[in-house]
């Protein structure tokens, strides 16, 4: 419940106006229904039967002044009646059903943006936690099925109880004024027998539901996972497994979607079959007590709306059930705490940013109890271009990305140009900061759009002068549309040196003063490291540069070797001085000179 009412809050509130005239369609459909058609028949059909010397319908009986009214007007009057009440409901129904269906798209968008934008706002560790297929599955499926509930379902649970109740208060006083009363609480055991399986029913729907969509974020990581690792699966012949691995998540979640349905389903023939047993006793107990053919139809008219009405407020709630485990879905993103918090007051950068970076016994790691740095110490002056070096996991990927704060420091504290970095909002903060990474990451779009994101505003000049300056010009003339060449995604149409050049281009354009390089040449082969590292090269002369080396060649320019081991950095100082008196950086240079 605490889940519904902040999404009524968060979604349902800002359509509020709309939300009520879904209502008030609503339950001007469900009067015309629950309680027109019963009177109905019960006063205007008899009028148009009646022929003169029978006996006077009920309607002329407690409204004399129509005795008065020509027979043909009378007619006309009557056989104009039925059509209005449908009339009535149709527009009704209609104007329900479209604004239903715009607030639920409304809705829907809302939702939907809430939590795409919760996920942008969340650290880079939510998403390494969490399977990719799972997260798409929230954001699209859980979220129709939250739009389902504050919309369509929620209107059913006020549209059909108040057909229901107006369809049982025509009953009750069709009972009354035909002398028939003591049915009327004796029908109240088949009201309550109607309500014990929409109770029952909807907790176990609930929990199946929950089962049911964490089955389909199943299917959906297993499908992304499939989709993403096709040449690992072929080259190691895993097709096989991957098809009976696949079998056995599709086969759980088809299990728990039939039990599901199980439930879903029952609840019509059980209110089937108690409408029935209430309009039998009816029939039977109303003719033992002598009641005429007209008040039969019209109460059993009125009776027959309660329970269907009754039938498909159980079905509503059932569906609302069900999308309670979508809500709790949602909820695990939209109420995940931020632990890389924005400042309350913001700090701002001198201008302009010189790039001078200071670790203050920092210390950090991914599990608590397992630190991956330990009491780093040091400062990186404005320009310096510095080497990460170590064995894997030895800890300079990570030394690298608490900079941009993609963590959180455990202890100490990191600073830019004199300015701890957690008083300085996020945006700004990486605003001065360009990464080029291991796998050059592309979008859907043009190799000119994909450069552009460097920096939005950048000119057309200053896009074709860091094309130039990375090398990106030598390979446009083999495109089809040259930088306007559209790219599938993930940059599927160039090499990966062609993919890297471009990620480089991107960082030409931002300009900004302080470069990550994250083993940027590891995946290439040595001829397009060559090439590339040119590029690179250029790029990191006048930035503070941190490069993180898998490759010795990669750090040949640099200033400054950093040498990490356990968490700790065990060598700091130039190629000559590490080689001269750090055994683990000669090692590892030796190695490699061997092996290269």
Not at 462 to 474: N, T
Request: net charge neutral.
């Amino acid at each position: 419940m605490k889940n519904i009412l902040y999404f009524q809050k968060l979604f349902l509130l800002p359509h509020i106006r709309m939300f009520i005239l879904v209502l008030f369609t609503g339950m001007v459909a469900a009067t015309a229904s629950g309680m027109g058609v019963p009177l109905l028949i019960k006063y205007v059909f008899p009028v148009v039967f009646y022929t003169p010397g029978s006996e006077m319908p009920d309607l002329l009986v407690k409204v004399p002044s129509l005795q008065e009214i020509p027979r043909e007007t009378m007619l006309l009057l009557a056989c104009s009646a039925m059509p209005l009440v449908f009339v009535i409901r149709g527009f009704a129904m209609w104007g329900n059903a479209v604004l239903v269906s715009i607030l639920g798209i409304r809705i829907l968008e809302t939702l939907r943006m809430a939590v795409f934008t919760r996920v942008q706002e969340l650290p880079i560790a939510f998403m390494e936690s969490r399977r990719k297929g799972d997260v798409i599955s929230r954001i699209t499926a859980d979220t129709t099925n939250v739009q389902n509930i504050l919309t369509s379902v929620a209107n059913d649970l006020v549209k059909q109880p108040v057909t229901a109740a107006c369809a049982l208060g025509a009953f009750i006083y069709l009972l009354f004024s035909s002398g028939q009363g003591i049915l009327f609480l004796v029908n109240l055991l088949f009201v309550a027998l109607a309500a014990w399986p929409i109770i029952v029913f909807g907790k176990r729907i609930s929990a199946k539901a929950l089962r049911s969509q964490q089955g389909l974020g199943e299917l959906n990581t297993a499908v992304q996972q499939n989709l993403e690792n096709q040449r690992e699966i072929r080259a190691y012949a895993l097709e096989e497994m991957e098809i009976s691995s696949f079998s056995q998540v599709s086969n759980r979640f088809c299990t728990n979607y039939v039990k599901l349905v199980k439930y879903q389903k029952a609840l019509v023939p059980v209110m089937e079959v108690v409408t029935a047993l209430a309009l039998s006793f009816l029939l039977v107990r109303g003719r033992t007590y002598g009641m005429n053919f007209t008040d039969f139809i019209a109460i059993a008219g009125a009776l027959f709306f309660a329970f269907d009405s009754m039938k498909r407020a159980g079905t509503a709630w059932n569906r609302f059930n069900e999308a309670q485990g979508a809500l709790k879905r949602l909820a695990e993103i939209l109420y995940e705490p931020n632990t890389i918090p924005e400042p309350e007051n913001p700090k701002q950068l001198a201008q302009p940013v010189r790039g001078e970076i200071c670790f203050r016994n920092v210390s950090f790691g991914y599990d608590p109890e397992k630190p991956v740095l330990r009491d780093v110490n040091l400062t990186i002056p404005a320009g310096q271009i510095v080497g990460l070096v170590g064995p894997s996991g030895a800890g300079k990927t990570t030394f690298a990305t608490l900079i941009p704060r993609f963590y959180e420091v455990s202890k100490g504290s990191i600073e830019l140009d004199g300015v701890d970095i957690r008083d300085l909002r996020t945006h700004d903060l990486r605003e001065h900061l360009s990464l080029v990474g291991q796998q050059a990451l592309l979008f859907a779009g043009s190799i000119r759009e994909n450069i552009r994101l460097g920096r939005l505003n950048a000119t057309d000049e200053e896009i074709m002068a860091a094309a130039d300056s990375a090398a990106v010009s030598k390979f446009l003339a083999s495109q089809p549309a040259g930088i306007d060449t559209k790219l599938a995604q993930g940059g599927d149409g160039l090499s990966g040196g062609q993919r890297q050049r471009v990620a480089i281009a991107r960082a030409f354009v931002k300009d900004a003063p302080i470069l990550i390089l994250d083993e940027a040449t590891a995946s290439l082969d040595a001829e397009s490291e060559r090439e590339i590292q040119e590029e690179l090269d250029k790029l990191a002369q006048g930035r503070t540069t941190l490069i993180v080396a898998h490759r010795f060649s990669t750090i040949r320019n640099a200033h400054r070797i950093l040498v990490f081991e356990g968490g700790y950095i065990v060598g700091d100082g130039t190629h000559e001085e590490l080689y001269a008196n750090c055994p683990l950086y000669k090692e590892l240079y030796d190695r490699q000179g061997i092996e290269s």
